[in-house]
């Protein structure tokens, strides 16, 4: 089945370690997006790729970045990561230009990562 | 500026009940986007609909039913006949509908107990 697959499902860290997350898709969408959801709030957009256009949220702390390689993979890179980043990280993906399922986001089962 | 409120932090019903999940959103644009997603413990969200601004009419799906009311902004969602498997947190979300421009806006989320 075409997926969106987020890999590890669980990171722990040291403080000011740096790691990333990956987030691969079959659905050939061509918008990805990183969200970050802390306990017991909602998704928080961090940032997307619209084709290979990067768009950052104003909001989007520096130490939060991204890379995307191709169609089907994206990463976030946290450079230092802070007890403050230990959240879930969500990547979607989308399909734009029109017609049935046009955004509409499809998400990965998420990156749980803690921060020691 | 797009927002989306959810008032109901958290519902218990027993199980086979209906239950109705409340949501208001503002936004300027004249055509969006509003979405329901539900969150399981697992962590993925689940796409569950998807309406466009100018589809007013209800839907139904098996158990689940959602009423789009434009006049009072909202966007309500009722299950009916309860199950312990609709337990989750589910969040109400909205787009702008334009093209390169479709990032979600979330409500806080409603956390949903099913009591056996």
């Known amino acids: 089945d075409a997926m969106v697959i987020q890999n590890p499902r669980y990171q722990v860290t040291q403080f000011g370690k740096p790691v990333t997350l990956s987030c691969s898709q079959t659905?050939?969408?061509?918008?990805m997006y990183w969200y970050q959801q802390k306990s017991s709030q909602a998704p928080k957009l961090l940032f997307h790729y619209y084709d290979k256009d990067f768009n950052n949220e104003a909001d989007t702390p520096d130490n939060f970045q991204s890379r995307r390689p191709n169609t089907s993979f994206c990463f976030l890179d946290i450079r230092s990561p802070g007890l403050g980043d230990a959240a879930m990280y969500l990547c979607?993906?989308?399909?734009?230009?029109?017609?049935?399922?046009?955004?509409?986001?499809?998400f990965g089962p998420g990156t749980r990562l803690t921060v020691l | 500026a797009q927002k989306v409120t959810q008032a109901q932090t958290e519902i218990s019903v027993v199980e086979k009940e209906d239950v109705t999940l409340d949501c208001v959103y503002e936004t300027r644009d004249t055509t969006y986007y509003l979405f329901w997603y539900k969150q399981p413990p697992s962590g993925e969200l689940v796409f569950l609909i998807r309406?466009?601004?100018?589809?007013?009419q209800n839907e139904i799906s098996g158990r689940y039913s959602w009423n789009f009311q434009k006049s009072t902004s909202s966007f309500n969602f009722t299950i009916t006949a309860s199950q312990v498997v609709d337990s989750a947190v589910y969040f109400c979300?909205?787009?702008?509908?334009?093209?390169?421009?479709?990032?979600?806006?979330f409500g806080t989320g409603t956390r949903l107990t099913i009591i056996p």
């Open positions: 979300a909205l787009s702008a509908a334009n093209f390169g421009n479709e990032k979600l806006t």
């Open positions: 309406r466009n601004s100018f589809d007013e």
């Open positions: 659905l050939n969408h061509n918008v």
């Open positions: 979607a993906t989308s399909r734009s230009g029109g017609g049935p399922s046009y955004n509409e986001q499809f």
